[in-house]
């Protein structure tokens, strides 16, 4: 799982490091800028539930965490800051786990969609920091969310609906409105 912050942003380094105590940090300095200089810090966390090739329903909870923890890093939007495939999974999975009861959880797509095309110059990181990733996910069995998230954090698009019918007049907001099929 790669973020990535301002190169600059000392005392985000120090929370990252913090609120990642229980994983093994590593920091790579790169220049993401196509024309203009943009030196970044790449945060790489090693040892996160997806490098482990766990299955997401084993570590439910761990998801949710970090993914709480990358909520918590996109709320101070002062300086750049991006992230990888694998850390929207765990963003989308604290948004799915904030409106839903999550008994079984399963990913059924992801996609990576690249935004603008950069550079790392000198540098071989597998880190496109401007992508946009299209994440579906199945829940309970019978609910989908699918989700657009921008590498910089921000949910572009959010959606849910139920396999048994297509509700055209159910929007994300009326969600807890809905007849839960979950209990």
């Known amino acids: 799982m790669r973020i990535a912050i301002s190169q600059d942003d000392n005392q985000l380094k120090k929370e990252l490091t913090e609120k990642f105590i229980d994983y093994k940090t590593e920091y790579t300095d790169a220049d993401i800028g196509g024309g203009a200089d943009l030196w970044v810090t790449i945060i790489v966390i090693a040892g996160t539930i997806f490098s482990q090739g766990k299955n997401i329903n084993e570590n439910l909870e761990a998801w949710k965490e970090i993914g709480n923890k990358i909520i918590s890093l996109f709320s101070k939007k002062n300086k750049p800051r991006f992230i990888d495939k694998e850390a929207s999974i765990a963003l989308a999975i604290s948004r799915i786990c904030q409106k839903t009861k999550v008994n079984e959880i399963e990913l059924i797509n992801s996609q990576a969609i690249i935004g603008k095309e950069t550079n790392t110059k000198g540098f071989k990181l597998n880190f496109t920091p401007l992508d946009y990733y299209i994440l579906t996910f ?36 009326s969600y807890d409105k809905r007849e839960d099929y979950t209990s």
């Open 138 to 173: 199945k829940v309970n069995g019978i609910e989908n969310f699918v989700f657009c998230i921008k590498s910089n954090g921000e949910i572009r698009f959010q959606d849910y609906f139920e396999n048994s019918e297509w509700n055209y007049e159910f929007d994300w907001n």
